[in-house]
């Protein structure tokens, strides 16, 4: 029996430690571990094990690195050990706080990307990233084309990086460009320039330029090429460029295709021809070729004794412009100037009328006219001025009017006429004295006589004051007079001299210029443009005269009409356009660039034969005197056409 009940203890003991056990379940999470006899290992994660209830447990929390322990939950509280006796199952969970992270923080110098291993770091995208404590990052440099990776710097050096990150950290990357050679081919003929400087071609068609630079090239063709295009690195007419690498263009040029232009001038008068862009200067050269597409203008200048018409062939109306497509040719037709007479008519009371002279611009008239003579002033009307007898010699704008009047004495004497008041014109002391010519100053020139009889070339200024000009002769040979005057106040008209009467332009007084003759003895001077040109008559040895032009130092032969052996140049305009009278028999002339002309052919419907032209003003305006079947002798107003 009592070994019966030893047994019965022995089992009922042996239940009891099978059936007694509590299950201890641990949790845990952060950068740690929980360690304790009763596992196999530190636990990371969840983990479990069992124990016979109320054993003491200890549980300890292991920390990685610089992480902290934020304490337990569930069986266990507070940041220290854990120690249980449980009775029944039980939970208990571990937390683990990690450490401050590091910054690695990448810069870039230059273009190129760094990436790390572990990622994080993809520069220049992303170019700081955070990385635990200790990690290991190894930083890969990649440079793209035309760029090359030199190195790391900061806290890497040379051209590789691996860190374990303990602190905050900064590295950077540096990739320089390589040099970038542009190269240019040239197509045709032109030029291919660069800016900034480096190609000239076709002389210099490769240049290196840093990595980086900004070119811009510029096409020229030449002459008879057009630019096309420019193609390769480039398209179109204008190329800008970036240079990151080696780059070629190429510049395409080609020919142009050329017309012939044909200028025909015509017509009764002359004229030039010259066109925009230069090529053609007719008469000369009256044919030229120019580029397809050229707007080519052509301009018609008449000269000085003719009208442009009209243009004709590929040109019509009174402007001539082309846009070249094919050969063209052009008829300019220039016609002679007429003119039309209109007659002034005689003073009251008189049946004829002489002309002296016109006004350069303010359309004045004067001369002479009846029996007695008297002086006259056209300004619309026929007006008799001065004593009678006396004779008019020249108007200027302003209507002063120099002229002559006979005295008591018999002799003449000069004088000046404005607005109906007549100023007596003092000699050099002899008995006589005559006004030529009149200018816009009111400057009056003639000759006066001296008191031993010679006459000499004078002017009278505005007050009357008389001034001797000299002469060329010496003694009984120291005769002169002036003639004519311009708004300069430059004097022209004639000396005595060893040589005889010769044509001078006194410059001041006691100052002459001897213009010269044909070889003959005699020369007269008559009148003086602004330019300087001068108009007047000289012989020959034969006696014959003709008229003349002097300009730029040289005497030149203005000639005379056919049929005729003497000539005259009377006065002469702005244009140098010169009238006169030629004879014999005598008739009107005109003259100008080289050509003189009987202005009888060129008046249309008068009654009258043109015998001598006085005047001409600076719009050509011409006064002239003529007579009719009954040889009455009229003033005539000739306006050009």
């Known amino acids: 029996m009592r070994g019966w009940m030893l047994l019965l203890a022995a089992f009922a003991t042996a239940c009891g430690h ?71 199952d039980v939970s208990v969970a571990a937390t683990f706080m990690a450490g401050k992270p590091r910054r690695l923080q990448v810069s870039l110098n230059g273009a190129g990307t760094v990436r790390s291993d572990p990622a994080g770091i993809d520069c220049p995208r992303t170019c700081a990233a955070d990385f635990p404590p200790g990690t290991a990052v190894r930083l890969d440099a ?53 800016s900034p400087a480096g190609i000239d071609c076709p002389r210099v068609c490769s240049a290196t330029f840093n990595a980086g630079s900004d070119v811009s090239l510029t096409a020229k063709p030449e002459a008879g090429f057009s630019f096309r295009a420019f193609s390769g690195a480039c398209s179109g007419g204008s190329c800008a460029l970036h240079l990151s690498a080696d780059t070629r263009v190429e510049a395409a040029f080609a020919a142009i295709p050329m017309f012939k232009v044909v200028v025909v001038a015509g017509g009764t008068g002359r004229g030039r021809v010259t066109s925009v862009p230069a090529g053609i200067d ?108 006396g004779e008019a010699a020249a108007v200027n704008d302003s209507g002063i009017v120099a002229g002559n009047y006979p005295t008591s004495s018999g002799y003449w004497h000069a004088f000046r006429w404005k607005d109906g008041t007549m100023t007596d014109l003092v000699t ?54 002036a003639w004519g005057i311009n708004s300069k106040g430059v004097i022209v008209g004639q000396s005595c001299s060893d040589f005889g009467m010769r044509p001078g332009r006194l410059r001041e007084p006691g100052v002459i210029d001897d213009l010269g003759t044909f070889g003959g003895g005699w020369g007269l001077a008559q009148a003086i443009n602004d330019a300087g040109v001068i108009v007047g008559s000289a012989s020959y040895a034969s006696g014959a005269y003709h008229g003349f032009t002097y300009a730029d130092g040289k005497l030149n032969d203005a000639g005379s009409l056919p049929g005729t052996t003497y000539s005259q140049l009377l006065a002469v305009n702005g244009s140098s356009v010169a009238v006169g009278t030629a004879f014999d028999p005598n008739r009107a002339v005109i003259y100008a660039a080289g050509r003189m002309f009987d202005l009888n052919t060129l008046v249309d419907g008068t009654p009258y034969v043109l015998t001598i032209a006085n005047g001409i003003d600076e719009a050509g305006n011409i006064v002239a005197q003529g007579y009719d079947r009954s040889y009455s002798s009229r003033v005539l107003l000739l306006r050009p056409r």
């Open 18 to 88: 099978y059936t007694a056990k509590a299950t201890v379940t641990v949790a845990v999470s952060g950068p740690g571990a929980v360690r304790s006899s009763g596992l196999q290992g530190d636990c990371r994660g969840t983990c479990w094990f069992s124990v016979p209830r109320d054993t003491p447990v200890h549980l300890e929390p292991v920390i990685d690195g610089e992480a902290t322990f934020a304490g337990w939950s569930g069986a266990c509280s507070g940041t220290g050990a854990c120690d249980l006796a449980p009775g029944v």
């Open 142 to 194: 990649s440079a793209p084309d035309g760029w090359d990776f030199t190195g790391f710097g900061g806290a890497c050096s040379g051209p590789a990086c691996i860190l374990t990150l303990s602190d905050d950290v900064s590295a950077w990357a540096t990739f320089v460009q390589r040099p970038a050679n542009l190269a240019v081919r040239l197509t045709g003929s032109g030029s291919v320039t660069s």
């Open 282 to 389: 007719c008469p000369g050269t009256c044919e030229s070729s120019f580029a397809e597409g050229t707007a080519l203008a052509l301009s018609a200048s008449p000269d000085a004794l003719s009208k442009f018409s009209r243009w004709s062939g590929s040109c019509s109306g009174a402007a001539c412009t082309l846009g070249l497509k094919a050969d063209a040719a052009v008829g300019a037709e220039f016609e002679q100037r007429r003119y039309v007479a209109m007659d002034l008519g005689t003073t009251p009371g008189a049946w004829w009328s002489a002309s002296a002279g016109i006004s350069p611009r303010g359309m004045l008239i004067a001369g002479k006219g009846g029996y007695p003579s008297q002086a006259f002033l056209w300004d619309g009307t026929m007006k008799a001025i001065g004593p009678s007898g």
């Open 428 to 481: 050099l002391g002899g008995p006589g004295s005559w006004a030529y010519g009149v200018n816009t100053d009111g400057i009056i020139v003639g000759s006066a006589l001296r008191a031993d009889g010679l006459g000499r070339a004078v002017y009278w200024d505005s007050k009357g004051t008389v001034v001797d000009l000299g002469s060329l002769g010496g003694g009984w040979n120291a005769c002169s007079s």
